[in-house]
């Protein structure tokens, strides 16, 4: 229990670090970008949340009289849909930046460059651009079936259980991509890893769920999630081969 705590708080205490002397402005640039995708997803959300609800709970329907319940469940799985929408499109434009947050905060942390470590903006833009689509392409297969789950009536509430995992599990792999990535981990390796512990793994990711819900510090959530990422990536797998 006190492992899933400490993973769950660790996008958290990567808030503060991400601030702290000599990171501060590895950050800038992602949390501008941050600041103009939030914007208009913050703006497309409110606008279709009532279509969603209406649409998830009918009033004719028979678990309406649930709609006490369910519709917490149901916000939630808007907001997780909105954000995510909001994370895949700002982690494509800011990805060439974190590969190499992570690796000033690994050096922040333990004195030294992962190997090979990404120093360069305009070399990091294609192969980071690359393993962001990998990422969405891995994510739209699991999230298709899931998607139509939610659209069944009665077995919708089953659908955003699971759209609720997904998502959690989807952001630790978005941001113990980079960490991971800067020691030559394959998307394949990264996962085989996370699936060995996946409640933390599912505790990182509602970690970082959360910052992304908290009015202006989700503006950081990314760069706060890519440091607590890197810290669980050196308190954890750093050194272990399985």
Known sequence: MLSLLNTFFLPLRGLGLVFSPGLRRYVILPLLVNVLVFALTAWIGAHYFAQFIDWALPQESWWHYLEWLLWPLFVLAYLLLAFYGF???ANLIASPFNGILAARV???LTG???PDSPTGIMAEILPAISGEIGKLWYFIKWAVPV???MVIPGINVVGSALWLLLGFWFLALEYMDYPMGNHHLKPKEQR???RRHPFRAWAFGAGANLLMMIPVVN???MP???AGATRWWLEDYSGKEN
């Open 192 to 194: 085989q890893r996370l």
């Open 224 to 226: 706060a999630s890519v």
């Open 87 to 89: 994370t895949i499109v």
């Open 112 to 114: 030294r460059l992962p």
């Open 219 to 221: 503006l950081a959530a």
């Open 147 to 149: 998607l139509i789950l």
């Open 106 to 108: 690994e050096e922040k």
